[in-house]
């Protein structure tokens, strides 16, 4: 489950959720180790996205999303 303040900021969240989790699946079904990162690594990583530090999810992105939509098929918007 993902929220935010708008509907982009929280299906971009869930968007970047799901990819994140595609890329664990996808690296577990090796069978091989894992490789895990420094904690200097994840630290500097999950500073990358304190707020403040980088823009808010969905503000660049629903908008072309919504274009991509609306060439396909605007009756959504019905």
Known sequence: MTVGATIAETFTAMYGLERSCLAQVTAMACNTPLNEMSEATVAKAIGMY?????????????????????????????
Not at 55 to 66: A, F, N, T, V
């Open 50 to 78: 304190d707020p403040g530090v980088i823009r808010r999810y969905g503000l660049l992105e629903w908008p072309g999303l919504l274009r991509q939509l609306d060439r396909r098929d605007p009756s959504f918007r019905d």
